[in-house]
């Protein structure tokens, strides 16, 4: 049986019904359903169980921040589950349609979900490695007639049974109409026809740029049914990412270095530099050179103790604030 496909303007309007909280995600994804996911079995051979859907859902929660993005996921999840409950209780089941567009700027955890996505997919049975291949216009466009096409068949052969993750998607339509990227942006469309049940695509960007984007292709917006904003982080969550990144290296920020991190913070957030801040990779950058500070400030000390060694003092930062 050939899949109904929905028209374009009504495909829109059931995202911009999603979009405006009109409709709620779950009958978002039944409207836009094309063929349904096939789905695997997890790595025991049986059904996914609930509790390892939820211990990876934990790992999500403990990210900071994000808080309408994670209930979105546990939405997805929810009801891709709930449809694979169908499926062994012999009722019947909506199709499922999971690629996404993923928007917001640099360093609010895009990849990071997108890594989470593919293993949650992964122990649903809907994708059979759960691996994540991430690439960019650079990596999808060739220099040639036909290099293109090549180069992106190799990435989303990569891809299969996993998600293909594209940054920036948007620079695959900049070039105007004899660009290649418009190449790369058909054969992607293609792939995930050909493909719809061995791979899922998360495209990412910028809010404005991506919408622009999915204007390029009448073939992309309705491909494309789930949407996810990544906001920009305030300077407590910052700074909450902060202290983790430290632990993670088992260093800890000492009270002054967190209030001369967080004026430092405000500082970029209030000048000009907030037009190209990086949010957690801001802060990631901040924490290992801080880190590589304190080793310069205790080289030469006759003794370091163990609190010493993990302490991060607000003279580590001081470049910072020097540089904002």
């Known amino acids: 049986m050939v899949p109904h496909r929905l028209s374009l303007k009504h495909s829109n309007h059931v995202i911009e019904q999603y979009r405006e909280g009109q409709i ?11 063929a349904p996911a096939k789905m695997q079995p997890n790595p025991d051979g049986g059904y ?28 997805i999840f929810a009801y891709v589950y709930m449809q694979r409950r169908r499926q062994q209780l ?14 917001g700027n640099p ?7 997108a890594r989470l996505l593919a293993r949650m997919f992964h122990e649903s049975g809907i994708l059979q490695k759960g691996h994540l291949v991430e690439v ?10 036909g290099h293109t096409a090549q180069k992106a068949r190799e990435q989303i052969k990569k891809a299969l049974g996993g998600v293909l993750f594209i940054d920036e998607a948007y620079s695959l339509a900049r070039g105007g109409e004899k660009d ?21 695509a998360i495209i990412a960007g910028y809010e404005r740029e991506m919408e622009w984007f999915l204007s390029t292709n009448p073939g992309l917006p309705s491909r494309f049914p789930i949407h996810l904003h990544f906001p920009d982080y305030d300077v407590p969550a910052l700074i909450a990412i902060a202290r983790r990144m430290a632990a993670a290296k088992q260093y800890r920020l000492s009270p002054d270095a967190e209030l001369r991190l967080e004026r430092c913070l405000r500082k970029v957030l209030a000048g000009p530099g907030r037009y190209h801040f990086s949010n957690a990779r801001w802060v990631r950058n901040a924490v290992e050179r801080a880190i ?22 607000a003279q580590d930062f001081r470049w910072e604030e020097g540089e904002v």
Not at 24 to 34: R, W
Not at 107 to 113: N, P, R
Not at 136 to 145: C, F, N, Q, S, W
């Open 90 to 103: 012999q009722l019947r089941s909506d199709p499922i349609v999971l690629h996404m567009v993923f928007t």
């Open 180 to 200: 290649f990227g418009r190449e790369a942006i058909d054969c992607l469309v293609k792939a995930m026809e050909d493909y719809r049940h061995q791979f899922i």
């Open 107 to 113: 360093g609010t955890g895009k990849t990071t979900v």
């Open 136 to 145: 960019e216009r650079a990596d999808l466009v060739g220099e040639y007639i």
């Open 48 to 75: 996914p169980t609930k509790d390892r859907l939820l211990t990876i859902l934990d790992e999500l929660d403990d990210l900071v921040g994000l808080d309408q993005v994670k209930a979105t996921v546990r939405e």
């Open 24 to 34: 709620a995600l779950a009958e978002a994804l039944q409207l836009l359903s094309g």
């Open 292 to 313: 590589r500070q304190q080793a310069v400030r205790l080289f030469d000390a006759p003794e370091v103790t163990r609190l010493q060694a993990i302490t991060l003092t």
